[in-house]
């Protein structure tokens, strides 16, 4: 099922206008700039992203602002995506 989910987030990458990708796994929503395999930088089944936000929602109380943790990039194993979708693709911003 990996295997798929990362098929799929590459070739949905060619067609959106955007390169910002959100992810959901478990209970973490990350979001950064989706890195082009173009080059063959990519290892298969994993996403990577760079200029990344991770933020938790399990632990966050009702109104509290959650600003994440910030990374220069990060490497996501396709098999713990819940979810993913494209910044264009967001309804309310």
Do not use: R
Request: with cysteine.
């Amino acid at each position: 099922m990996s295997e798929k989910t990362y098929d799929a987030i590459y070739k949905i990458a060619k067609q959106t206008e955007s390169d910002v990708l959100m992810i959901w796994a478990g209970h973490l929503q990350i979001t950064g700039l989706l890195l082009d395999c173009g080059d063959s930088k990519c290892l298969s089944d994993i996403v990577t992203l760079q200029d990344v936000t991770v933020k938790c929602h399990k632990h966050k109380e009702n109104n509290e602002s959650d600003n994440g943790k910030h990374f220069k990039w990060l490497n996501i194993p396709a098999c713990k995506i819940d979810a993913f979708t494209f910044k264009c693709c967001m309804l309310d911003e």
